[in-house]
T-cell receptor, first 113, second 112 residues
Framework: NAGVTQTPKFRVLKTGQSMTLLCAQD?????MYWYRQDPGMGLRLIHY???????AKGEVPDGYNVSRLKKQNFLLGLESAAPSQTSVYFC????????????FGDGTRLSIL | RKEVEQDPGPFNVPEGATVAFNCTYS??????FFWYRQDCRKEPKLLMS???SGNEDGRFTAQLNRASQYISLLIRDSKLSDSATYLC?????????????FGAGTRLAVHP
C-alpha cells in the first residue's frame, strides 16, 4: 500500500537554484496539501488543492508555486531557493469530507546553503 | 492568539504513568478534531479522531468540550514506545475548503 509518496527524500540546494518536489497519492483523494515543518513550530500549510486543475494559497505561500495537472500528483516548486526555505516538507491528501483526516507522505528534507 | 494551542511540554514520565495533554482551539466553527502522533524525523500519523461524546482506543482516551473549545488526550499505563510528539489537530471547513490546523505539539518522553 503506497498511500502518499514524496520524492526526493533529501536534497541540498544552493541559494538561487530551483527544484520541484513531487507528491503522488494512490487513494483517489480529491484534496492534496503541502506543508512545511520547522523546529518548535506546527506544520504550516503552504498551498493546497481541492481537485485536479485547482490550487490555492495556504498560510505561507510566498516563494513557492504548485501545480495539480493530474488528480494523483501535486507538485511543489521553488523557483529561486532561499536559506529561509530550509525545512522539512510534507505532502498530505484527504477525501473531500471535512470529517476525514489527512494522510501524510514521509517528508522531504531540504537544505538551502 | 494561535488557532490551536497545546501544552508546550516536554512531559517526562516513568513507564506505567498516566499522562494528559490539553489543547484549545479558537475557531468555534471547527468541525472535526484529531490527535496525531509524530516520531522524531517522521511524518505525522493519525492516532485517533476525537468525538463529541469522548472516545477511547485501548490506553488512549480523547475528550472534546465544544463549549470551552478544549480537547484532551489521556494516556494510561505509558509505554516506552509512547515517546513521541503529540499533535492536536483541528479541521475547519471554511470558504468551501477543508483545512487542518496543527498545534505545535507536545513532546512526551517515557523513561524506564
Amino acid at each position: 500500500n503506497a498511500g502518499v509518496t514524496q520524492t526526493p527524500k533529501f536534497r541540498v540546494l544552493k541559494t538561487g537554484q530551483s527544484m520541484t518536489l513531487l507528491c503522488a497519492q494512490d487513494m483517489n483523494h480529491e484534496y492534496m496539501y503541502w506543508y512545511r515543518q520547522d523546529p518548535g513550530m506546527g506544520l504550516r500549510l503552504i498551498h493546497y488543492s481541492v481537485g485536479e486543475g485547482t490550487t490555492a494559497k495556504g498560510e505561507v505561500p510566498d516563494g513557492y508555486n504548485v501545480s495539480r495537472l493530474k488528480k494523483q500528483n501535486f507538485l511543489l516548486g521553488l523557483e529561486s531557493a532561499a536559506p529561509s526555505q530550509t525545512s522539512v516538507y510534507f505532502c498530505a491528501s484527504s477525501s473531500d469530507s471535512p470529517y476525514q483526516p489527512q494522510h501524510f507522505g514521509d517528508g522531504t528534507r531540504l537544505s538551502i546553503l | 492568539r494561535k488557532e490551536v494551542e497545546q501544552d508546550p511540554g516536554p512531559f517526562n514520565v516513568p513507564e506505567g504513568a498516566t499522562v494528559a495533554f490539553n489543547c484549545t482551539y479558537s475557531n468555534s466553527a471547527s468541525q472535526s478534531f484529531f490527535w496525531y502522533r509524530q516520531d522524531c524525523r517522521k511524518e505525522p500519523k493519525l492516532l485517533m479522531s476525537v468525538y463529541s461524546s469522548g472516545n477511547e482506543d485501548g490506553r488512549f482516551t480523547a475528550q472534546l468540550n465544544r463549549a470551552s473549545q478544549y480537547i484532551s488526550l489521556l494516556i494510561r499505563d505509558s509505554k516506552l514506545s509512547d515517546s513521541a510528539t503529540y499533535l492536536c489537530v483541528v479541521n475547519t471547513f471554511s470558504g468551501g475548503y477543508n483545512k487542518l490546523i496543527f498545534g505545535a505539539g507536545t513532546r512526551l518522553a517515557v523513561h524506564p
